[in-house]
């Protein structure tokens, strides 16, 4: 792995990609709360992610019939444009409309519906078996490095520093400077630029296409088909997949579609305190890639991602129960480690176990139903019930009701999964 230079553009551009992103991803619900238009944010996040739920099941089809390289390049290219477009109106008319920042939202949404499953298939094919779990465990160092900066930059930029007194991550500081708060078309600027970054970062790889990729059905219908056909033979994989993915499933709806009403509502806090929330859970998904393969060394991926679910379950309670901004940044790394964990773990036991020329649509297949569940949560949580007051701490007892359910069908299948 240290001499393989295609890796280290691939998680390179990876890296660079994704500070932006993230930075984009904490800037738009953000902004909704701040002008206390949350209600607004979390329908269209939930009409939102009904697209990604149509659109996922073809993506996985294009990242199984084309170049990994050649994909990776056209969705950075597209979303580069489209966003530094939308940027660009920013820049003329000094303001964005709400269904422009929306589209920044879900254009990236969209991205990683291609993005990641490429990603990961992409790695896959240009190393050694050997290598797999080094191969994830180094994607998700870079990828949550990326999100730890992206994190930082976001709780300068959302609300800007001022000299003197004033707050930061939540805590009274004395400030000898002053940076102005971004605008919101400033951020997506930055976003479009590392997309063509990207772009020429894996221009620069060297890559030979998996011959069996060529020879992949024409029709998308078809080629849809047999991802479903190899799960259905292979029914541990769905459940596996399924149930692993639930970890994932709560954290996007915690951090898009909950944390920012928490923190505003809940904790009276900025967006400081928000953004940091998120730095610190990178801080945790950091560890889990560094730490996770030793700290689970001895016990089998199965009975790990049970563990880590139970301890999410655990921690979600305590978000209901409390109300402190320590205890939230707390929960926030420990959640890190266990969403990251399960990843690494998880695609290490797909990367064994799964044909590459099928990875895409598989993945698919378990992203568009992890989509469909995130929307229904998201939905439920857009109801004017968790608006009021700080009802919105119901919203974490739903979750971990949700994820101790998922953990006891990991345990009563916990035999068939470990065959």
Not at 53 to 69: C, E, H, N, P, Q
Not at 378 to 390: C, K
């Amino acid at each position: 792995m240290k001499n393989n230079k295609s890796l280290f553009l691939l998680f390179t551009a990876n890296g660079i990609s994704g500070f932006a992103q993230g930075i984009s991803m904490l800037a738009v619900p953000w902004y909704f709360a701040r002008t206390l238009q949350s209600d607004y944010f979390n329908i269209s996040y939930g009409l939102l992610t009904v697209v990604v739920l149509i659109f996922g099941l073809y993506a996985g089809t294009l990242v199984d019939r084309f170049s990994r390289k050649k994909n990776f390049m056209v969705n950075s290219l597209v979303c580069g444009l489209l966003i530094g477009g939308i940027s660009l109106g920013g820049y003329l008319n000094h303001e964005l409309s709400n269904f422009l920042i929306v589209a920044v939202f879900g254009i990236t949404m969209l991205n990683y519906n291609i993005h990641y499953p490429t990603l990961y298939a992409f790695g896959q094919e240009i190393s050694h078996p050997d290598d797999y779990g080094k191969v994830n465990m180094n994607i998700e160092i870079v990828g949550q490095s990326s999100s730890i900066f992206s994190g930082a930059f976001a709780a300068i930029l959302l609300e800007g520093i001022h000299s003197g007194k004033g707050k930061l991550f939540g805590f009274e500081m004395n400030f000898p400077f002053e940076i102005n708060r971004w605008e919101i078309w400033e951020i997506f600027m930055m976003d479009a630029i590392t997309y063509f970054i990207a772009v020429a970062l894996i221009w620069m790889i060297k890559y030979q296409e998996n011959p069996k990729l060529k020879h992949q059905s024409n029709s998308i219908i078809q080629r849809v088909k047999v991802g479903f056909s190899y799960l259905k033979k292979h029914p541990e994989f769905m459940i596996f997949g399924l149930f692993s993915y639930s970890v994932f499933a709560m954290l996007l709806v915690e951090i898009h579609a909950v944390l920012p009403g928490y923190v505003e509502h809940h904790l009276n806090e900025g967006g400081s305190v928000f953004a940091a929330a998120d730095l610190i859970y990178a801080v945790g998904a950091l560890s889990a890639g560094l730490f996770v393969n030793k700290v689970f060394h001895s016990t089998n991926v199965v009975k790990a991602v049970i563990i880590l679910t139970l301890i999410t379950t655990g921690i979600f309670f305590w978000a209901f129960a409390s109300n402190s901004v320590l205890v939230i940044y707390t929960i926030s790394i420990i959640l890190g480690f266990c969403n990251a964990g399960i990843r690494v773990l998880r695609l290490t036991y797909f990367f064994k176990h799964i044909p590459n020329e099928l990875m895409g649509r598989v993945n698919s297949i378990f992203n568009m139903v992890n989509v469909l569940i995130r929307s229904l949560f998201i939905f439920l949580f857009s109801l004017p019930f968790f608006s009021l007051g700080d009802h919105v701490i119901w919203a974490y007892f739903i979750m971990a009701t949700f994820l101790l359910l998922s953990g006891i069908v990991l345990i009563l299948n916990y035999k068939k999964l470990n065959t």
